[in-house]
């Protein structure tokens, strides 16, 4: 029995805003089971650093060695690697030391087979904070400022773009 051509255009007409946006809208890398958008920025969790200092530890490499495989299969990729501070210490030795880390961490992937020409490396310093000191200094739990101070020091991964061709 053959659907009337009316009945077929109107389930066209209902899938057409989710195919297009899944395809046209939207850009979407995967790494395993985790999916990965264009402009959307990732925390990084379970990256160390030595205590004022810009040294990897070697705790740091699981999260590494994956976000390597991750760029080395998305080998179009080009992503940002944000490091944030918080005002614990002065602004420019702040401003330094994340952009110091950014580099290791570019380095660090470089040295693991990513063209450091995929990777932009800055260091936002006090810039970007997710909690001002007024707003944590109106928390009264002092354990619960520390936190927020962690927040606020961060690693974010950006996908910047995917038109990224090595010789191509």
């Known amino acids: 029995m053959n659907t009337p051509f009316i009945f077929r255009f109107a389930a066209f007409c209902l899938l057409l805003p989710g195919m297009l946006s899944a395809q046209v809208f939207t850009k979407t890398f995967s790494a395993g089971d985790t999916l990965t958008n264009q402009a959307k920025c990732y925390n990084a969790r379970h990256i160390y650093f030595k205590l004022d200092k810009a040294d990897l530890l ?20 080009v992503v940002q690697i944000g490091v944030h501070g918080s005002t614990r210490n002065a602004a420019t030795s702040c ?25 932009v490396c800055k260091g936002y310093g006090q810039t970007h904070l997710l909690y001002t000191d007024a707003e944590i200094n109106k928390v009264h739990d002092k354990k619960m400022q520390d936190v927020l101070h962690q927040k606020n020091r961060r690693i974010e991964f950006v996908i910047l773009r995917s038109d990224f061709k090595m010789g191509k």
């Open 58 to 77: 070697e705790a740091s490499n699981p999260m590494l060695d994956s976000m390597a495989a991750f760029l080395k299969r998305n080998d179009s990729l």
């Open 95 to 119: 401003n330094k030391i994340t952009q110091n880390r950014a580099m290791a961490i570019g380095q660090y992937l470089t040295d693991r087979g990513v063209s450091q020409q995929r990777l």
